[in-house]
Structures are given as structure tokens and as C-alpha cells.
């Protein structure tokens, strides 16, 4: 079982590309210049968040053909069941709790009762801490367990120079950018826009020109 530990890895210059998984869904054009942007640079390995896609999907989609054309390494990087499993736990019996709760709730003929209010206000608070505990482990913890898992690919490699791309989910691309950023790897982000891409190196705002194509 692993442990969740994030620290710098030393000796080596690493650069990271960060894409949004969601851009290359939505937007248009967006395999054709993605295709173009991985011409431009060398990469060594690419890094996947799928969240909750299967990887046979993936597999078969058009990304992870454009990777095998640039015969781009790819592996994917996600929280192991394990390490949700206690938060779920306790978010299973909480929902479960929630539920008994509120069919006692609906049954009562006087709902406005004292009873009835205290049953209300201990409902709404297990369903705070639920929703407290699936933000947690949703834009905290697995965010942490994604760069862990970058970083084990990074220790894996013998090269002192590492280029990569990480293609991240929207909603946890901010975190997992500043954890990079944390680990002293030079982020730089793949910015879609209509039918041409820039580049943006999130270091000094005036160096954003040099980097749109």
C-alpha cells in the first residue's frame, strides 16, 4: 500500500504542459491544433487524469491516437481505491444516515414540532459534512494523489531533462497546477482558443507573447 508522500524530485529539470481534458472535447479544431502542438515540442511522456472514464474508451479515442502517432508514452494518473476508501466509508454511512433521517422526517404528522425542527437542522448538517467531505476528497486529496503519481512516473525516468504533457480535468487543474509549481517544475499551459492555440508560460505575465503561435 502506498503512502502519500509529494516531495521535489532532485538532479533532474523537469518541464510540464498542462492541457484541459475538457478543451479538447468541446472546443473546435481542438485534435487538429493539439496534433500541431505536439509537433513543436519533444516530449517524453504524457500523463492522463480520466476521472471517470475507462481507459478502453481511452484507448480508442482520438487523443490517445494522436499520442501513439508521436509514439508518445502515455499513463494514467488517479487516486487508488484504497486511499478513498475510508472517506467513502464515512460518506456511505452519512448518506445512509441521511435517509433513515429523513423518512422519520416525512412520516411526522407535525413537522414545525421541536422534534420535527431538530430532526430538520441534524439533517441538513449531515448533509453539509457529506458534501464537505466529497469536496475534500474530489479537489484536495485527489489532486494530491495525481501529482504523486506524475511524480512516480518523473523518479522512473533516467533522463535529467523531462519534458511532459499532463492533460487534467477542469475542475482540479488550478490545484494540481500550484502543486506542480509547489514541487519547483516549470509549468506551462496549453491555452485553446477558437482555431489557434497559445502557450502560456504561467512564470512572468510579459513573456505570454512569445509563446502564441
Known amino acids: 500500500m502506498e503512502v502519500l508522500e509529494i516531495k ?37 511522456f504524457a500523463t492522463i487524469d480520466l476521472e471517470n472514464e475507462n481507459l478502453r474508451s481511452f ?10 502517432h508521436y509514439k508518445i508514452p502515455y499513463y494514467t494518473v488517479d487516486i487508488p481505491e484504497y486511499a478513498m476508501g475510508y472517506l467513502m466509508t464515512e460518506i456511505i454511512e452519512r448518506e445512509d444516515q441521511v ?23 441534524w439533517i441538513d448538517f449531515l ?14 486529496l485527489r489532486p494530491e494523489w ?37 514541487l519547483d517544475i516549470k509549468v506551462k499551459v496549453y491555452d485553446q482558443k477558437k482555431e489557434n492555440f497559445a502557450l502560456n508560460l504561467i512564470i512572468k505575465e510579459e513573456e505570454l507573447e512569445q509563446w502564441k503561435y
Open 146 to 182: 495525481i501529482v504523486k503519481k506524475i511524480l512516480d512516473v518523473i523518479r522512473s525516468k533516467n533522463n535529467n531533462e523531462i519534458t511532459f504533457v499532463h492533460f487534467a480535468q477542469d475542475n482540479i487543474f488550478n490545484e494540481t497546477m500550484n502543486l506542480l509549481k509547489d
Open 8 to 44: 521535489p524530485v532532485r538532479n533532474k529539470e523537469i518541464i510540464v504542459y498542462l492541457v484541459k481534458i475538457c478543451n479538447m472535447k468541446s472546443k473546435p479544431n481542438a485534435n487538429v491544433n493539439l496534433f500541431e502542438f505536439l509537433s513543436r515540442i519533444n516530449v517524453n
Open 99 to 121: 435517509n433513515e433521517l429523513t423518512e422519520e422526517f416525512l412520516s411526522m404528522r407535525n413537522k414545525e414540532s421541536i422534534k420535527g425542527l431538530n430532526l430538520k437542522s
Open 59 to 68: 484507448n480508442k479515442s482520438s487523443l490517445a491516437k494522436i499520442l501513439e
Open 127 to 140: 448533509k453539509e459534512e457529506i458534501d464537505e467531505k466529497k469536496l475534500f476528497l474530489q479537489l484536495k
